[in-house]
């Protein structure tokens, strides 16, 4: 199963990529976590897309699309993955596709996970990341069991820069200005699934399970 989640920042698609990841036993790529990684080792990469991460900017193409498609030469792709905050534009759309053709892989299925401004809002500026594990906390929404802290590894738990509300503003209007291109280049390969995702999120994941299910037979019940 090769999965894209396409939506605006806040839409889930982490939350959603790695739940999935763990049901299909699936890879999950997330070019937002590849490059912070980047980011926190100080490699040349991290150095150039930090500037423009700060700022809610895209990252520049040639950046992002060599990253991807290093990942994606690993092996454990070959079964299948869950790709999350990639594609961001029409160019990285076709880069994808071209990197696919190459390892002679395709997408499956194109989840739009489709949010409104005041949910969007409300889901980053609460956000809180764990600093060792990644996993995703939320002051109201889902809040740690101690302030603070990761319940799952105990590591420590920070509000990403991106994540304050006037960088928040600008990643919505970047994404805006380029989603409409995205959903017609998938709609046009009828790879495209529009899904509601104010709605509550294990109800958004198991609609996600289902439309994968009909793409692949293995995992029809
Ligand atoms: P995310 O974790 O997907 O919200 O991404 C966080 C930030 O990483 C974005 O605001 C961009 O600055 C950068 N980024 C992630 N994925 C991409 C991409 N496909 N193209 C360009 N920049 C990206």
Redesign the pocket.
């Known amino acids: 199963m090769k999965i894209v989640l396409l939506g605006p920042?806040g839409a889930g698609?982490?939350t959603q990529a790695k739940q999935l990841a763990l049901k299909l036993k699936l890879p999950h790529i997330?070019?937002?976590?590849l490059?912070?990684k980047n980011v926190a080792e100080g490699s040349s990469l991290g150095k150039e897309?930090s500037s423009?991460?700060n700022?809610?900017?895209?990252?520049?193409?040639n950046l992002?699309n060599q990253m991807?498609a290093l990942r994606l030469k690993d092996p454990d792709v070959k079964k299948g993955f869950i790709l999350?905050?990639?594609?961001?534009?029409i160019q990285?759309a076709e880069e994808l596709d071209n990197i696919l053709k190459k390892l002679d892989l395709g997408i499956d299925a194109v989840v739009y996970l489709d949010t409104s401004d005041k949910v969007i809002i409300q889901r980053l500026s609460g956000r809180l990341v764990c600093k060792t594990c990644g996993a995703n906390f939320h002051t109201t929404n889902m809040p740690p069991k101690v302030k603070g802290i990761c319940d799952n590894c105990n590591g420590e738990l920070y509000q990403?820069i991106?994540d304050k509300e006037e960088t928040v503003k600008k990643?919505i209007e970047?994404y805006k200005k380029e989603v409409s291109s995205l959903i017609d280049y998938y709609a046009a390969k009828q790879k495209l699934h529009r899904l509601d995702a104010d709605l509550d999120a294990t109800v958004v994941l198991n609609k996600i399970i289902e439309l994968s299910a009909a793409h692949n037979d293995s995992l029809k019940v």
Do not use: C
Not at 84 to 89: E, I, K, S
């Open positions: 920042p698609k982490g997330s070019t937002g976590d490059l912070r897309a423009f991460m700022k809610g900017a895209l990252v520049p193409d992002v991807l999350d905050g990639y594609p961001r534009n990285q990403r991106d990643r970047v």
